[in-house]
């Protein structure tokens, strides 16, 4: 009798033992499988982005050939249709935005994506060369909220974060919002080595190569 109780007594140890294992997290030399990541909600159809790229096709192409062609009827333009940046360079921007961002000691809010157009020059202001003349593109600027505000951002030679319209102003309105744009001369120039951008540009712009749609 006496061995009948042991028996059943370490049989239900044993279980304990074990279901208490079950319960125990994976040991930390243990791979975990990683969560899954829900799809975001701007993500589009196949066919949406299809038919947005031929609406671009058919309301916008035109009257860029259009323009180029009446500014140099000699030069034939091919508008571009995308700019592309490899997936390195996007982690790589985005490290780095979040970096600089913490040490200014603050958040970053959104990437504004600017449509841009490149001049009919062989090099920019600030000296660097354009490679593709008169060919649309974007650049990327990161925002953050100063003073209720979501603005896009640079860093001061102070380390904090400051709105780019308090050095460049706005082009529609001329105004500028910023710190110490109140007086003449007090505005820091664009050019100071001290000012640090965190505008992403100089991707890839086709055709060529032809796109995806």
Same mark, same amino acid.
């Given at each position: 009798?006496?061995?009948?109780?042991?028996a059943?007594?370490?049989?239900f140890?044993?279980?304990?033992?074990?279901?208490?294992?079950?319960?125990?997290?994976?040991?930390?030399?243990?791979?975990?499988?990683?969560?899954?990541?829900?799809?975001?909600?701007?993500?589009i159809?196949l066919?949406?982005?299809?038919?947005?790229?031929?609406?671009?096709?058919?309301? @916008?192409?035109?009257?860029?050939?259009?323009?180029?062609? #009446? =500014?140099y +009827? $000699?030069? !034939?333009?091919?508008?571009?249709?995308?700019?592309?940046?490899?997936?390195?360079?996007?982690?790589?921007?985005?490290?780095?935005?979040?970096?600089?961002?913490?040490?200014?000691?603050?958040?970053?809010?959104?990437l @504004?994506?600017?449509?841009?157009?490149?001049?009919?020059? #062989? =090099?920019? +202001? $600030?000296? !660097?060369?354009?490679?593709?003349p008169?060919?649309?593109s974007?650049?990327?600027?990161p925002?953050?909220?100063?003073?209720?505000?979501?603005?896009g951002?640079?860093?001061?030679?102070?380390?904090?974060?400051?709105?780019?319209?308090?050095?460049?102003?706005?082009?529609?309105?001329g105004?500028?919002?910023?710190?110490?744009?109140?007086?003449?001369?007090?505005?820091?120039?664009?050019f100071?080595?001290?000012?640090?951008?965190?505008?992403?540009?100089?991707?890839?712009?086709?055709?060529?190569?032809?796109?995806?749609?």
């Amino acid at each position: 009798m006496k061995n009948n109780q042991k028996a059943v007594i370490a049989f239900f140890g044993a279980t304990l033992l074990l279901f208490g294992a079950c319960q125990q997290g994976p040991k930390k030399d243990e791979p975990t499988e990683p969560e899954e990541v829900l799809p975001p909600e701007g993500i589009i159809s196949l066919e949406e982005s299809k038919s947005l790229y031929d609406n671009y096709t058919k309301n @916008r192409v035109g009257v860029i050939e259009e323009y180029e062609m #009446e =500014r140099y +009827p $000699d030069r !034939k333009h091919i508008p571009a249709r995308f700019t592309s940046f490899s997936y390195a360079d996007i982690k790589d921007y985005m490290a780095y935005v979040e970096q600089e961002a913490k040490e200014a000691g603050v958040e970053v809010a959104s990437l @504004r994506l600017y449509f841009a157009n490149y001049p009919d020059k #062989e =090099r920019f +202001p $600030d000296g !660097k060369k354009v490679v593709h003349p008169r060919q649309n593109s974007i650049f990327l600027v990161p925002t953050t909220i100063i003073d209720g505000k979501e603005l896009g951002f640079y860093i001061g030679a102070d380390g904090k974060a400051k709105p780019i319209k308090g050095v460049v102003g706005n082009s529609e309105t001329g105004e500028k919002d910023g710190p110490n744009t109140s007086q003449a001369g007090f505005a820091p120039s664009l050019f100071q080595d001290d000012i640090k951008s965190l505008n992403l540009n100089h991707g890839t712009s086709g055709p060529p190569p032809y796109t995806d749609f």
